[in-house]
Structure formats: structure tokens, C-alpha cells
């Protein structure tokens, strides 16, 4: 049986599928931040899996496909996900208290760091996935904002920026995937560097 080399075997792209896990996730949830409706199992449902799980396995196909970048991103923000719906969930099953406004405005600190930091990874890439970053990095510092001030008005700002960063993977997410399934550009992705 002739074995067939790395190279010959075709991959599929992950990220598209990772990009729209977290763009729908996230609209969802900032629609309850924007205050549409309150945070409900909808919401932690979606985090959990669409928003986790599909983005933990779009993370471990960009490892299989050598992209660290895009392994970088897709595990850790479908880890986020996972961390926030445990976050919501824990205390109250009674396996933890509540997350103090220091311990939450902390955490969603830290992740606005994280976003900072990988924003300029992507401008080796393409100006729509940096806006992807460059928004997700201005939600988390207005939501880190909301949650150490208590303003309602600072949340619903959050909310609505929340919603433009999600719609923005979506459309990242589809101009991938069309853009790849018919061989040529149909929706811009906005390169920020001429093509090799």
C-alpha cells in the first residue's frame, strides 16, 4: 500500500467555521449586554458549544494545518467561552461564589490584554480580521469598564460594540469561505500588504 506523503493530503479551512462561531456567540451575548434580553441558557448554551466547542476544534485543525496564529486564537477564545459559561454557571450549582466586581473586571482585563496582543498578529493579515481584534479589544476593556464602574449606560455601549465585533467575524467568517469556494475575491477581506 503506497502511503501518501503530508503534503499531498488537502485540509480544510477552520477558520471560517471558528470565525463564525465566535461572531454569532458573541452577537448573541451582546444583544442580552445591550439589553434586548437578559443573559439566559440561550446565551450559555451557544458559549458552551458553538462558541467553545467549535472553536476549540477549529484551534486544534489550524494546529493540525501548522497556523499558529490561528491556533492561538481559536483555542483560547473557545476556552473563553467555556470559562465564561462555567463562570455563569458554578455558583449557581453551588460550586463556587460569585465572582467578586474586582475578580470579573480583572478577568475581563486580562482577555482585553490577550486581544491587544494577538491584534498585531493580524496585521499580517488582512484588515477585516483586524477589525475583528481591534473591536473584540474594545469591547473587552468597555466591558471591563461596565463591570468595575456599575454603569448601566457603559454595559449598553458595550453591548452595541459587542454586536458590530460579531458581525464583523461573521462577515469575515463567510468572505473566507466564499471567497475560497469560488477562487476568487466575492466579498473583500481587505488586505493590508500586497500578495507575495
Known amino acids: ?54 472553536q476549540i476544534i477549529a484551534g486544534a485543525l489550524e494546529f493540525r494545518r501548522g497556523n499558529t496564529f490561528g491556533m492561538m486564537a481559536f483555542l483560547s477564545y473557545g476556552l473563553f467561552w467555556e470559562s465564561f459559561v462555567f463562570l455563569n454557571l458554578l455558583p449557581s450549582l453551588g460550586l463556587g461564589a460569585a465572582p467578586s466586581t474586582n475578580s ?17 498578529g493580524t496585521l499580517r493579515a488582512n484588515g477585516a480580521l483586524a477589525f475583528v481584534f481591534g473591536s473584540l479589544f474594545v469591547l473587552f476593556f468597555l466591558l471591563t469598564g461596565a463591570v468595575a464602574s456599575g454603569n448601566a ?18 462577515y469575515t467568517s463567510i468572505a473566507e469561505l466564499l471567497n475560497e469556494t469560488y477562487g476568487r475575491s466575492v466579498l473583500p477581506l481587505f488586505l493590508l500588504r500586497p500578495k507575495a
Not at 449606560?153 to 461573521?170: D, K, Q, R
Open 153 to 170: 449606560s457603559v454595559m449598553t455601549i458595550a453591548g452595541y460594540e459587542g454586536v458590530v465585533c460579531g458581525l464583523s467575524a461573521m
Open 104 to 120: 470579573l473586571s480583572s478577568y475581563l482585563f486580562i482577555w482585553g490584554l490577550f486581544t491587544l496582543l494577538m491584534f498585531f
Open 1 to 54: 500500500m503506497a502511503s501518501t506523503a503530508k503534503s499531498d493530503i488537502i485540509l480544510a479551512n477552520p477558520a471560517p467555521l471558528g470565525l463564525m462561531a465566535f461572531g454569532t456567540t458573541t452577537v448573541l451575548l451582546n444583544l442580552s449586554n445591550a439589553g434586548f434580553y437578559p443573559m439566559s441558557s440561550a446565551v450559555l448554551t451557544m458559549g458552551l458549544f458553538y462558541g467553545g466547542l467549535a
